[in-house]
């Protein structure tokens, strides 16, 4: 078996906050410590609530932030002490909002051709004509290239992003919700595309996403977080049919609607997102945790298979599986 | 594919923006009007502004009082029997290439620092940030003075100096505006695809800067302009018998109460180049800034 394309060990990231310039500086844990896998050609899903640390795990992975621990492998090579170029043929993101992605001085032409410009490679000409072969695969015409992004929709912005992510031929896309700042007529066809060029240049993606739907349609694995930690991973199948975490199942019954015959769902979430300056002792999801003991509050689970591939960081995670 | 592009929205007028604005108008006609007298002084101005004509001296001009004016010279003359046009006119040069030099040395020092602090933080930010404090615990016009009682006065040190006493707000605005766009993601895109950090800063940066830096830019120089005309007033700026506008304000004092116009004149043209550079400022900013979401 060939070793995973990436691999993300035990990575954590802390940052020192304060609040004014008088406060005592404070520690903020955003990722507590994270291990995940992606095999090469795959996707890998990973959701969560805002603030739980997707985006912070996102930069490190991309080599922009480096971890307070633990180290990220692309292709066996650590991330963090790559060179900028070699690090950038091997990972590109594709962000959120595509509204502050493009920098708005720029013509699409000029953003999509810059990697090219910074690698030094080809010709103006060259390069003008492996930007034309991009907007092609992206879905925008030759006209679109001398036009500014203030002059683009949103749908139209992300495919630009997305050409400029995809024109250095990396293996590995990391693409941060990369539709939830779209209109929802548009969200599907950028999906779409992202799955079609995936097939086409057999990419792989790490998909961050707050939406299990999304996910669901993308992801051949799926990680699930909660304030820092993966609680709950394997693949999206198993996952969304039978969750083994409490913190899972409250995020399907959030976008799934009762159905008759299918009983009632899980309670939506109690409470809101703990403060990650002061996270909860134990597993940090019981004071939301309809299944909640004593026993959660003093120790954390471990993240132990619940069945095979299938791991649950949660105390009755084996017996959610019965 | 699954999706053909809809069609582009019509391409915004660019001109239109910048001759929407009246204020930016007249300002950049005035300017405009300013500059050229001031490149083509020598064959714009009707006199040599250092001929002293000792029987011509302090005449009125026409519209102050018509009996004692002489129609040659269309703004009177000073006290020295020196044409007072070509001196204004031979003035706004001085007025112009203190105002650009000055701004030129105080906006590469402050945007220098103001962009490394905003963008790398951290102790950077820390020694710029003193930089500043103590650069804004120096009264400007008295540190001015010191040195230039102290050097002697001239066009080159009057530049230098100002040049390093106005930095301080091109630094502040730099740093806060390269602060707000470091964490956008463009600029993370831009280090993703393995950009070096002085590109970042000059083409990704620098660019979207270019709006608020012209609005500090602008204002510095009219700050400059107007520092130099104190200090000429004072004595301590440029030397006669040069035509500086505060000059010829601090020349013309004696005479207020009989010829105010003597003052006047040189007021009003100090007052109409520092309002056309600040108005031509906030022009362009207006006109340049990026469009938001559409
Ligand atoms: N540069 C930073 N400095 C301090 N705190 C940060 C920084 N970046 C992220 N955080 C904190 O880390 C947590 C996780 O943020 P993020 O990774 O953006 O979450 P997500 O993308 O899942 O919404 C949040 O509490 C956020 O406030
Ligand atoms: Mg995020």
Redesign the pocket.
């Known amino acids: 078996m060939t070793a995973p394309l990436l691999q993300i060990r035990d990575v954590v990231?802390r940052?020192?906050?304060r609040r004014g310039v008088f406060a005592p500086r404070r520690t903020?844990t955003?990722?507590a410590g994270v291990s995940l896998d992606l095999p090469r050609g795959e996707v890998l899903g990973l959701v969560?609530?805002?603030?739980?640390?997707?985006?912070?795990?996102?930069?490190i992975v991309l080599g922009l932030d480096k971890p307070t621990e633990g180290e990220v492998l692309i292709d066996g090579r650590p991330v963090a002490s790559l060179h900028r170029l070699e690090r950038s043929r091997l990972v590109q993101p594709v962000f959120q909002d595509p509204y502050s992605s493009l920098n708005p001085r720029r013509s699409v032409e000029a953003i999509i051709g810059q990697p090219l410009l910074v690698h030094g490679e080809g010709t103006p000409a060259e390069r003008r004509d492996r930007v034309a072969e991009m907007l092609g695969l992206v879905g925008l015409g030759p006209r679109h290239a001398a036009a500014y992004p203030s002059q683009l929709s949103g749908g139209q912005r992300q495919r630009v992003a997305i050409a400029r992510a995809l024109i250095l031929r990396p293996a590995l896309v990391v693409c941060?919700?990369p539709t939830s700042a779209l209109d929802v007529s548009v969200q599907a066809q950028i999906l779409n595309l992202l799955m079609e060029l995936r097939a086409r240049l057999g990419l792989s993606y790490l998909f961050?996403s707050?939406n299990l739907a999304v996910v669901q349609l993308v992801a051949s694995r799926v990680a699930v977080?909660y304030l820092?930690r993966v609680v709950e991973e394997g693949d999206p199948e198993t996952v969304l049919r039978t969750p083994a975490h409490p913190y899972t199942r409250a995020l399907l019954a959030s976008v799934l609607q009762p159905r008759p015959g299918r009983g009632l769902p899980d309670p939506q979430l109690a409470g809101s997102f703990p403060n990650?300056l002061e996270p909860p002792s134990g597993c940090a999801f019981h004071p939301r945790c309809p299944l909640a003991v004593p026993r959660c509050a003093a120790e954390r689970p471990g993240l132990d298979p619940a069945t095979g591939e299938h791991r649950a960081a949660c105390h009755f995670a084996a017996l959610a599986e019965t | 594919m699954s999706v053909t592009a809809p069609s582009l929205p019509a391409v915004r007028r660019r001109p239109g923006r910048w001759l929407g604005n009246p204020g930016f108008v007249v300002a950049a006609v005035v300017l405009g009007a300013i500059l050229l007298m001031a490149v083509l002084a020598p064959l714009v101005a009707p006199f040599d502004p250092y001929e002293q004509v000792l029987d011509r001296r302090m005449l009125p001009p026409g519209f102050v009082d018509a009996e004692r004016a002489s129609p040659a010279h269309l703004l009177g003359t000073d006290n020295l029997g020196r044409d007072y046009l070509s001196r204004l006119i031979y003035g706004a040069r001085i007025s112009l290439l203190i105002g650009f030099f000055t701004m030129l040395v105080s906006g590469v020092i402050g945007t220098v620092l103001g962009v490394a602090a905003g963008y790398f933080g951290g102790r950077v930010d820390a020694v710029v940030s003193f930089l500043v404090t103590t650069r804004l615990s120096l009264p400007v016009v008295m540190v001015a003075l010191a040195v230039v009682a102290v050097v002697g006065g001239s066009l080159q040190v009057v530049v230098l100096v100002l040049g390093l006493l106005l930095w301080d707000r091109f630094a502040v605005v730099m740093r806060s505006a390269t602060m707000q766009l470091r964490g956008l993601d463009y600029v993370l895109a831009a280090r993703a695809i393995g950009s070096s950090t002085p590109r970042i800063l000059l083409t990704e940066l620098l660019p979207n800067l270019a709006s608020s830096l012209v609005v500090v830019a602008s204002y510095e120089m009219a700050q400059a302009i107007l520092l130099e005309a104190a200090l000429s007033f004072l004595g301590l700026g440029v030397q006669p018998p040069l035509p500086s506008w505060g000059l010829m304000v601090a020349e013309a004092r004696e005479f207020m109460l009989f010829e105010p116009w003597m003052i006047v004149l040189p007021g009003i043209a100090i007052c109409v180049l520092v309002l056309a550079i600040n108005l031509l400022g906030d022009g362009i900013r207006d006109a340049t800034a990026p469009e938001g979401r559409a």
Do not use: N, Q, W, Y
């Not at chain 1, 969560?48 to 930069?59: P, Y």
């Open positions: 990231r940052f020192g906050v903020l955003a990722v969560g609530e805002s603030g739980c640390g997707k985006s912070t795990l996102a930069r941060d919700e961050i707050h977080m820092g990650p």
